[in-house]
Structure formats: C-alpha cells, structure tokens
C-alpha cells in the first residue's frame, strides 16, 4: 500500500513539473503574439513608406469598470515611461518602437488592450493593411485599422532617414559622416543650415549605440541591396 502511494505521489509530481511550464509558456506566447502583430505590421508601414502608424490602445468591448481599470493603467504607464502609443505620437524607428511595445508588454496584460492602426485619409490604404492582417496570418479580432480624416500626419520614422527628408539616398550617408568628422558644423548644434538634427541622429542610429560610420556604410549596403 506504501509502496502504491508513493508511485502515486512521483507521478503526481511528474505530472505537476510538465503542466505547469506548459501553461507558463503558453501565456508568453500569448503575449509574445501581439508583440510580434503590432512590430510586423509596423515593419510593413515603415518598409513601405506608408503614411500610418501602429500603437496599442484602449478595447472598447470592455465593461465599464473593467474599461476605467486598464485606461488608468495605460496613462499611468505613459506618465511613468513617457512612452507614446498615440496617433500623434512621437516619430519613431522600428527599435524604437519594439522597445516601446515591450515596455508596456511588460506594464499591462496586452489581451487587454487592441493594436491600433491609424492611416491617413487613405481608405485604400486601410484597406492594404487588412489585407496584410490577413494574408499573414494575423488575429483580425487584435487589430484595430482606422482612418483620420483630417491631416494630422501620422507618418512613421525612416531608419537611416539622417536628413529627415522622408527617404533614404546616399545624402544620408554623406550627412552622417559629415556629423562625426565635422560636429562643429554638422553637428546637432552645427553652423551649417544643413546639420543634422537630434530626430535624424535617432533617425541614422539603428543599432541605439550612438551614430557611427558603420551606420553609413548601412545605408550605402541598403542602397546596393548587399544586405
């Protein structure tokens, strides 16, 4: 009888060890799955120039109170990281970005809140990216795709846009290396009226370690397509 109920207690505790990672680990991977949605369907919009922008935001099939709870987590979130999940928000880089997602990924439970993808005044467009949820396999119910209909710009940030022209062309090499050689003059504080500025610098620095030359040696692979 001993004998039977300690078999019994190890395969209990066997069972236990393999279900509750199992659980653990689909949970993240819940989590793991809005995180990777809203940093492709960024991808997509910066790859492609388009005039959107993605952020997470308010679920409004939420009960009243259930609401009030996560709206209060989520400004509490952007007054503590100043972060800026906001149609108007901050121009930013796709490193930007995933450090901002992960950041709130981290704050609030993501089933809570809807990934938001706001075009503007382009109903085509909209309709490109549903396109996109789809043929990629994406939860539609996680996406929310609107359209502004005034002119607010809602463009995102061009990685290696050091010149902030909304394109990337061999200008932007010459800047950079313009910046470090000369900071004087092309410096974020430079003389020259074409110096480049702290939103370029965020711009041309992809690897977040500081603008290098290696930055535009990026560029010029990118332009050659050698990357």
């Known amino acids: 009888m001993k004998k039977a109920i300690n078999t019994l207690v190890s395969f209990v505790m066997i069972i236990s060890c393999l279900v509750f990672p199992i659980q653990t680990f689909a949970f993240e991977e819940s989590e793991l799955s809005d995180l990777q949605s809203a940093q492709m369907m960024f991808d997509y919009i910066h790859d492609n120039y388009l005039n959107a922008t993605v952020f997470f935001t308010m679920d409004f099939a939420l009960s009243g109170e259930e ?39 981290e704050y609030a439970p993501l089933d809570k809140y809807k990934i938001q993808v706001v075009c503007n005044r382009d109903e085509q467009m909209a309709e490109m990216l549903r396109e996109f949820i789809k043929s990629n396999g994406l939860d539609e119910d996680r996406f929310l795709i609107g359209v502004l209909e005034s002119s607010v710009p809602t463009y995102i940030t061009v990685d290696f846009d050091a010149n902030c022209d909304d394109r990337i062309d061999i200008s932007d090499a010459v800047l950079i290396m313009q910046s470090i050689a000369d900071p004087d003059k092309y410096g974020v504080n430079g003389t020259d009226n074409s110096h480049i500025t702290e939103q370029g610098q965020k711009n041309a620095d992809i690897n977040c370690d500081g603008i290098t030359n290696l930055d535009a040696l990026a560029i010029q692979k990118k332009l050659l397509k050698l990357e």
């Open 67 to 105: 609401y009030s709870k996560y709206e209060d987590i989520f400004h509490k979130w952007q007054e503590e990281t100043k972060g800026q999940f906001t149609p108007q928000g901050a121009r930013k880089t796709k490193a930007e970005f995933k450090r901002e997602a992960e950041s709130f990924a």
